[in-house]
């Protein structure tokens, strides 16, 4: 196992079209999460998966948000009808709950620009 | 309320011992110390993490005083290469999401 992996790992679109990124965690983690990252901010906090289970979203989720990870593997996070201000960093992580003093494990990203 | 504030940047020279202070008054008793260090254009990477006391790896050393209402991080002989952000964390073990600050954006001087 390599890690967490992220497909695409770069992204351009146009303003109003959809996209949708993949995250492949580490396979024996139970958890996924999904954050945001802005140029000299650090990682925020957009959602959260316990197995295929989405437990928690952010407000930072808007409606045009929606984030799957179906058969506890795989998650997909899609954004429709993108905006400018949707451009980021966006950044998956994977981590084995219940383990005290567990890491958590992210991918390099997909990097989203909005034109 | 943050739950941490560290200093927004540093500067060291290669081969110096650098060590990042980061505050976080309001920690609760079930709280753990992580620190995380990113890279640009990569995604954060686990350095260390302590509840008390004095955590070593073969990375960096983390100091928690008893009150624990601070933490160290403590960076040994640094390289151009420790040139990166990084992330002072608190977070209830069993807590559901990492939250991170701004972060210490280090910079190594050759």
């Known amino acids: 196992d390599t890690g967490v992996s992220q497909d695409p790992r770069h992204k351009i679109t146009k303003r109003g079209q959809n996209v949708t990124f993949r995250c492949d965690p580490i396979?024996?983690?139970?958890?996924l999460y999904w954050y945001r990252q802005t140029l000299g901010q650090g990682p925020e906090f957009l959602t959260y998966?316990?197995?295929?289970?989405?437990?928690?979203k952010s407000r930072l989720l808007s409606d045009r948000f929606s984030a799957e990870r179906p058969k506890g593997s795989f998650s997909t996070l899609e954004i429709q009808r993108t905006e400018q201000g949707d451009s980021a960093m966006y950044l998956c992580a994977s981590s084995l709950h219940g383990v005290v003093g567990t890491e958590a494990f992210f991918g390099q990203g997909t990097r989203l620009t909005v034109v | 309320l943050a739950k941490t504030t560290q200093p927004i940047s540093m500067d060291s020279y290669e081969g110096q011992e650098v060590n990042i202070t980061c505050s976080h008054n309001n920690i609760a008793t079930n709280d753990y110390i992580t620190w995380y260090q990113q890279f640009p254009s990569q995604g954060p990477r686990f350095i260390i993490q302590g509840y008390k006391t004095k955590v070593t790896n073969e990375v960096a050393s983390l100091f928690i005083p008893a009150d624990r209402k601070s933490s160290t991080l403590s960076l040994p002989r640094v390289s151009l290469s420790d040139t990166a952000v990084y992330y002072c964390?608190?977070?209830?073990?069993?807590?559901?999401?990492?939250?991170f600050g701004t972060g210490t954006r280090l910079t190594i001087i050759p």
């Open positions: 396979s024996e983690h139970n958890r």
């Open positions: 964390l608190v977070d209830n073990f069993g807590n559901e999401k990492l939250t």
């Open positions: 998966f316990q197995n295929e289970a989405q437990l928690e």
